[in-house]
């Protein structure tokens, strides 16, 4: 299964570092290797093919060496994604249940209608959230701290979690993950109307 994200990139001042982690983020989430790993494999397997010499260790076989290539061409881009990403994932590889959409990939990343976020994209005058007048507004902290989501978590028995990599250790609990993330993103974009 191959999965594809598709980025809607916001204008802003660091737009090359949001760029970079923008694409280490899609990497890392669809596991699909940048498109010079693919053509570096490309042209091994063709190499092999045509019993041209291979310029790597004779101690692993041709598979063994695609595979640390992809590995490491995805340990390289994980390093590359921005904070918030990896504390829902602090290590590759991503679990293979880890369906990302339109919600989730906004929680990941923390680009998404979070003030934190347009705050810092000036598209809004405060960084803080509305349940409190010095907390920032992020992913980490609606999904977790935000009083105003208490309720939907204890629906979903999200109540305990602690940190966000939690929310993707298990099949069952990324479905109620996503189920948090539409209805806190749905209520967020009800909000701004």
């Not at 076989?61 to 390093?79: F, M, V």
């Not at 999200?158 to 990324?174: D, E, R």
């Amino acid at each position: 299964m191959i999965i594809i994200l598709i980025w809607v990139e916001m204008i802003n001042n660091n737009n090359n570092n949001n760029n970079n982690n923008n694409k280490a983020c899609t990497t890392t989430l669809t596991k699909i290797e940048p498109i010079y790993i693919n053509i570096k494999i490309k042209q091994i397997k063709f190499k092999h093919k045509h019993n041209i010499p291979l310029d790597f260790p004779l101690d692993i076989t041709i598979t063994e060496y695609i595979q640390n290539l992809k590995h490491d061409s995805l340990l390289s881009a994980h390093t590359q994604t921005n904070d918030t990403f990896k504390k829902f994932f602090p290590s590759i590889p991503i679990p293979k249940f880890i369906n990302p959409d339109f919600y989730t990939t906004q929680f990941y990343t923390g680009h998404g209608h979070f003030q934190k976020y347009l705050h810092r994209i000036q598209r809004s005058n405060t960084d803080t959230c509305t349940c409190t007048n010095n907390t920032p507004q992020d992913s980490i902290h609606l999904i977790i701290q935000c009083p105003h989501y208490t309720n939907i978590r204890h629906e979903l028995q999200l109540h305990n979690i602690i940190s966000p990599n939690q929310f993707v250790q298990n099949k069952q609990t990324y479905t109620k993950f996503k189920l948090l993330c539409k209805h806190i993103y749905t209520h967020l974009h009800t909000l701004s109307f």
